[in-house]
């Protein structure tokens, strides 16, 4: 099972870009490579997935690199909002019986 | 994304009782179904992976015999929390996965249990 390792906290101001990395340096050929937000009291909501490079959607981009033992998490101009907790979980799920465990997650507050 | 569901969203039930909790994928066929519980301010915690049709594999700590997991159907898996007592108050949330979802793992919302 591949361990992730994330900052505990960070913080930011509206408007600014947030990067978020996640070292996970016993991932392996399989793991896809997934970032989550997380509210109190939510279950975790699904960001973005990647398996290499780089990937982007409308709320954020994902950047992994070659070796693929980390990853960063960038959210471009955040707002009050985006104040959660992120979790990346490495796993991958073709093998079906995988047991997923979280790393401890990085809560971002935003400060006006 | 796929949509997971859980209900109820919260119950409160007496110490020494049995509550259930299901947990649904609504729309992709989850043939595994994982159960986490979390406590305030902390990281969600792996109880156990059900895959359909097979018991379940309980992580380390986990009483199987008080946290019964039930995942007989694609869509449908339960947690029946029996003989509840208050230190197991928490929230609960299971997450789904399968071939109709690639890769991506989606959770549910989350279930607040109190047991007084």
């Known amino acids: 099972l591949a361990k992730t390792t994330q900052p505990i906290s960070m913080d930011s101001y509206e408007g600014q870009e947030v990067n978020i990395t996640c070292s996970h340096n016993?991932?392996?050929?399989?793991?896809?490579i997934t970032w989550y937000q997380q509210f109190p009291s939510q279950g975790p909501r699904f960001i973005i997935q990647?398996?290499?490079t780089k990937v982007t959607n409308e709320v954020a981009s994902l950047f992994i690199p070659a070796d693929r033992k980390s990853s960063t998490l960038s959210l471009p101009r955040v707002s009050l909002s985006d104040t959660a907790v992120y979790y990346c979980?490495?796993?991958?799920?073709?093998?079906?019986?995988?047991?997923?465990?979280f790393g401890s997650g990085t809560r971002l507050q935003v400060q006006p | 994304g796929a949509v997971v569901s859980q209900h109820p969203s919260w119950v409160i039930c007496k110490s020494g009782t049995s509550v259930k909790i299901e947990c649904r994928s609504l729309?992709?066929?989850?043939?595994?179904m994982f159960w986490y519980r979390q406590f305030p301010k902390q990281s969600l915690m792996l109880m156990a992976t059900?895959?359909?049709?097979?018991?379940?594999?309980?992580e380390q700590g986990v009483e199987k015999d008080k946290f019964l997991i039930n995942h007989a159907s694609l869509t449908l898996s339960t947690l029946t929390v029996t003989s509840a007592h208050p230190e197991d108050s928490s929230f609960y949330i299971c997450?789904?996965?399968?071939?109709?979802?690639?890769?991506?793992?989606?959770f549910g919302e989350g279930s607040w249990l109190t047991v007084v």
């Open positions: 997450s789904a996965g399968g071939l109709d979802s690639g890769n991506t793992i989606y």
């Open positions: 016993n991932i392996a050929t399989n793991d896809y």
């Open positions: 990647g398996y290499k």
């Open positions: 979980l490495v796993a991958q799920m073709d093998t079906g019986r995988r047991a997923l465990t």
């Open positions: 729309d992709f066929q989850a043939t595994t």
């Open positions: 059900s895959n359909e049709g097979s018991k379940a594999t309980y």
